[in-house]
């Protein structure tokens, strides 16, 4: 029976032209991690379920994709446990396995598995699909590239600045305006205390984190919501309306933060990362903004957001320092750094921007025609010589009227056509087309390779 | 709680330098499709389980991956059928999506679907890792690349010689020495129309693709339990038993075959190919072997598979013309001919053979030691320049002794080291480390960048 054929919401074919527009990115962002000294590890799609769970919240179990074990999955398998409806425990013995949500964390599972071949500090980058069950929409999908590095085993902010700049060369080479957002835990955690709230951190990072989008009147409104005093929430106004260029809003933090430690060491931090990206110069904008938290609650230094100038859709980049991610699996001690690009979302800035080179619409160069068997042989012989000089080729593989080939030739966007004839095949020659031009000269293929190049 | 960290059995990780070795094999293949004219495209790793279901037999049906649906998974489930134990008609309800299980069913989907933006005859490339419930064992995995290469809308046996052509030209880059072997599926149908059981062509492929595993005598045991007649044996024998080189072997079969109009077809298209791949030569031995079938039951001409001549491992490629792939997904009369390159077995003979270029152990190319912060300051900004002439680059994040930082230099296979203390800052220079020869001189960055270039 025929099938009408789909794929699954929220995943996406790409065709050859959407394929060479990412490869742009992807080799774009892995060039400059190699500049950078880092090298490339791969970790498998599907993890042990048990290495997942509880890493992203009870929201993010929900959201892992959970792979049926093989054979009799029911067997010894509780009835009550089915009867019971409690379908995220049934789903932990139906599954043994999930597949990966993000790299961070089948990444602190590699660093703590292969410890011992690692060396220290170690500079990873990986580029592979994560996949989530989120509901699909507009810029999110359920399978997406991230591309992440991170410096493990060290605690240096030479590795902040380092990031820093990746980030601003990957954007500066694929023409892309930015604005690099940075923040510190460790000024949120003196927030926290300098409001007189240090066990409240949490609760007031997610909510100062909406304040661009519901503004400032309903994040006071949730912070009572969630406990605060209204002292206490008086005491943050100043802060969050601390306004200025870097240096003025490092001095009015460093004032208004001098009771607590914490907090000025979390200062100090952003001042030396800051200085130092300025002494080796950046291209992008850099803020400062007290509200950045990005809802990841392992990061404990230095957080980092990107968002495109030119195209509103969110954050392409982020990233920060995390000093425990090893140790929910046995390794403790040992501190973090890295920055993930989010590849799909950087893919709908360029597409919409349209910043890709003019030479990627091209596939092959070259096509050579196909009028019979004997031309055909002889193409084919032609084509070898072609594609030793490095030259990507084709022969059109049917004898059909030169028309349709033309056609296809069009539509390929092939830059150049062999005609090969009987009267070319006689002088050892082809007669080569310039399908923008539609200039035709008639030469050797040693001619061919020269006009091409 | 720390748990001992672990992946799935039959899936790996993949460490740096692991990483540099897959990547050349896959470059190496990637070049090789451009270069003849292959474009490349991508599917999502899950598919509607109804795309997948039925297309690989009963025992491909239980080796997919499925995924348990999200949400309420249980919700409208019959309990009488959790209770019979019917545990695949369960499965298809539990789960709407699977893991692909091959590169050429999701290609024959996208065809279908995108048929109409597609410009025929479509060369497509698609390189992606591939999911099979199989029992793990030695050079069988999990999860596993494949690397296709198909051409679909051509009849033509120009594809088929060009494919050859690039095996060929693949396993040469790689220094891998291969024997081709080729059949045709008419050749198959005319053996059994020649023996009088036209009608057990599949009986028949499936028992002597066996001959190299179990012999002759117990092929024909095989043959006489899947009820052929002994005559029918008999007639076989000297079919199975025809040698000497290509064009002994052509003749003879074209002899033997005579009375079969199909058999004849199959032998001039071999003959075609064969012709074709000598004329513009070849490296490979090319073998005809009238018994290779490789249990697709979907292929209808040309078979191809590739065997490593150095080491035991079956076979590394594979691949032949199918001429009703999309028929099933409802555009009937699409002919297509595709390989596919076995990456991870390619990957296990490549370390066998050790036969990857010296260069591949390198990652880094220089590292700036760390002192302190001036000295860091200092070498953050000369990386710079090094990067910017495009040599990969790194500066160790933290300040420790000099042994700790040569160690790591050492241990990480970084060739140069550059040395930056207060002296070096003083005259604008760095101390540049030979790390191989351990000559160390006083250079400007400008000549560090020529030195190392």
Not at 91 to 105: P, W
Not at 346 to 355: A, F, G, S
Not at 413 to 430: D, L, R, W
Request: proline share 3%; glycine share 8%; hydrophobic share 40%.
């Amino acid at each position: 029976m025929a099938q009408k054929p789909s794929i699954p919401k929220g995943t996406r074919d790409f065709s050859p032209i959407e394929m060479a527009r990412r490869n742009y990115i992807f080799d774009t962002i892995k060039k400059v991690f190699r500049l950078y000294g880092f090298n490339q590890i791969e970790t498998p799609a599907m993890e042990n379920l048990s290495t997942l769970m509880g890493k992203y919240g009870e929201e993010g179990d929900k959201l892992l994709f959970k792979i049926l074990n093989s054979g009799d999955y029911l067997r010894g398998i509780d009835r009550d446990l089915i009867d019971s409806g409690d379908t995220n425990r049934l789903a932990a013995q139906l599954c043994e396995k999930g597949l990966r949500y993000d790299l961070t964390v089948p990444f602190a599972r590699y660093v703590v598995q292969h410890r011992n071949e690692i060396q220290f500090p170690f500079r990873r980058f990986q580029i592979q699909p994560v996949w989530r069950a989120d509901r699909p929409q507009k810029g999110r999908y359920r399978e997406f590239y991230q591309c992440d590095a991170d410096v493990v085993g060290s605690d240096s902010l030479v590795n902040e600045i380092e990031l820093l700049q990746i980030i601003d060369d990957v954007f500066s080479r694929l023409n892309i305006n930015i604005a690099i957002k940075l923040n510190n835990r460790k000024v949120l955690a003196g927030i926290a205390e300098f409001i007189g709230e240090p066990d409240k951190m949490i609760d007031i990072t997610v909510a100062i984190d909406k304040i661009d989008k519901i503004g400032i009147d309903n994040v006071n409104a949730e912070l009572i919501e969630r406990g605060l005093s209204q002292d206490a929430v008086n005491a943050l106004r100043p802060i969050l309306e601390i306004d200025g260029d870097l240096e003025e809003r490092l001095a009015k933090l460093d004032s208004l933060l001098a009771s607590s430690s914490v907090g000025m060491l979390g200062v100090s931090e952003l001042r030396e990362v800051i200085d130092g990206v300025k002494a080796v110069g950046l291209k992008a904008q850099l803020d400062l903004d007290v509200s950045l938290a990005r809802g990841l609650n392992y990061y404990t230094g230095t957080i980092i957001e990107v968002k495109a100038m030119d195209v509103q859709i969110g954050s392409i980049t982020g990233g920060g320092r995390y000093d425990n991610l090893t140790g929910i699996f046995g390794l403790p001690n040992v501190s973090g750094v890295g920055i993930s690009f989010g590849a799909d979302r950087i893919y709908d800035v360029m597409n919409t921007l349209n910043l890709y080179p003019e030479e990627l619409q091209q596939s092959t160069t070259i096509m050579f025609t196909n009028f019979g068997s004997a031309e055909a042989a002889y193409a084919l012989k032609l084509v070898r010589e072609v594609r030793n000089a490095g030259i990507p080729a084709e022969v059109f593989p049917d004898s059909t009227k030169i028309q349709k080939q033309m056609k296809y030739a069009n539509a390929a966007n092939i830059p150049f056509v062999a005609i090969v004839g009987e009267s070319e095949i006689a002088q050892g020659k082809v007669t080569l087309k310039n399908m923008v031009t539609g200039e035709q000269k008639l030469l050797t293929v040693a001619e061919v390779i020269d006009a091409i190049k």
